[in-house]
């Protein structure tokens, strides 16, 4: 996808389970997460194919993040990337795996 379609602008990523299950983990662990299976909004109708999000939190520099109460009373935002999960596991696995059948998505 060269371009993200404008279906995926104001999407409320908390507004579902499974994205939110990993933004709030992000967030209480103050490490990357990755998301479960997700259909990303930005699919379109042709090439479909399961997607995950990865969640980065950013807090307020300079403050103490020892517990998830620090974390949370100073997280300031989220910084996330979507990935398509057959390009990525496709362009990052060797071609002789996949072409010997050994990988398969």
Do not use: W
Request: hydrophobic share 40%.
């Amino acid at each position: 996808h060269d371009a993200l379609p404008i279906c995926a602008f104001g999407f409320d990523m908390y507004s579902e389970a499974v994205r939110r299950q990993g933004m709030d983990l992000a967030i209480d662990t103050g490490k990357p997460t990755i998301t479960g299976k997700i259909k990303l909004i930005q699919e379109t109708k042709q090439d479909v194919q399961p997607g995950f999000l990865m969640y980065v939190p950013v807090y307020a520099q300079g403050q103490v993040l020892n517990t998830v109460e620090d974390k949370r009373k100073h997280f300031q935002g989220m910084v996330y990337s979507a990935f398509r999960a057959k390009d990525l596991f496709t362009n990052i696995t060797p071609p002789q795996l996949v072409a010997n059948r050994l990988c398969h998505f």
